[in-house]
């Protein structure tokens, strides 16, 4: 899938993925700066990914890891800090909701300071429903 706006394109093609610009972006945020080079390449292997580019430069990114049957979880949306103020995040989610594979299916995420956004695109909060199991760190192959 790849949609241009103006100077920019959406892409999923996964050849297009830069991993150190991946590595940069992502070391940039509060939930995956801990993340080494080799678990976001088998990140990307098993996901739907989502890169934004400006020319032939990725400022934006996001991953969705479904079943292809019944749901779907949105994460890593980052967009570079030099390039927000653009509505790149908002194309990047409307992009991501309105593809085929996923508009019919139920869609979860996580975030801490986000929500406005998400909500435009029809996610809402749902307080006291989420879990989670944190997972011990990754010990280098």
Same mark, same amino acid.
Not at 47 to 71: P, W
Not at 77 to 90: A, C
């Given at each position: 899938?790849?949609?241009?706006?103006?100077?920019?394109?959406?892409?999923?093609?996964?050849?297009?993925?830069?991993?150190?610009?991946?590595?940069?972006?992502? %070391?940039?945020?509060y939930w995956a700066h801990h993340r080494n080079l080799e678990t976001i390449?088998?990140?990307?292997?098993?996901?739907?990914?989502?890169?934004?580019y400006h020319q032939e430069k990725m400022v934006g990114f996001a991953r969705?890891?479904?079943?292809?049957?019944?749901?779907?979880?949105?994460?890593?949306?980052?967009?570079?800090?030099?390039?927000?103020?653009?509505d790149l995040g908002k194309k990047l989610i409307q992009t991501i909701t309105?593809?085929?594979?996923?508009?019919?299916?139920?869609?979860?995420?996580?975030?801490?300071?986000? %929500?406005?956004?998400?909500?435009?695109?029809?996610?809402?909060?749902?307080?006291?429903?989420?879990?989670?199991?944190?997972?011990?760190?990754?010990?280098?192959?």
């Amino acid at each position: 899938m790849e949609s241009s706006f103006g100077e920019y394109k959406i892409s999923t093609d996964k050849e297009l993925i830069p991993l150190e610009r991946l590595t940069e972006l992502l %070391h940039n945020t509060y939930w995956a700066h801990h993340r080494n080079l080799e678990t976001i390449a088998t990140s990307l292997e098993n996901s739907i990914c989502f890169g934004v580019y400006h020319q032939e430069k990725m400022v934006g990114f996001a991953r969705v890891v479904t079943d292809y049957a019944t749901m779907y979880w949105l994460c890593d949306v980052v967009i570079d800090p030099e390039y927000r103020g653009r509505d790149l995040g908002k194309k990047l989610i409307q992009t991501i909701t309105e593809m085929d594979d996923l508009k019919e299916m139920f869609g979860i995420l996580a975030t801490r300071d986000a %929500h406005g956004l998400y909500e435009k695109y029809g996610f809402q909060k749902v307080p006291d429903k989420f879990m989670r199991r944190n997972a011990k760190p990754r010990k280098a192959r």
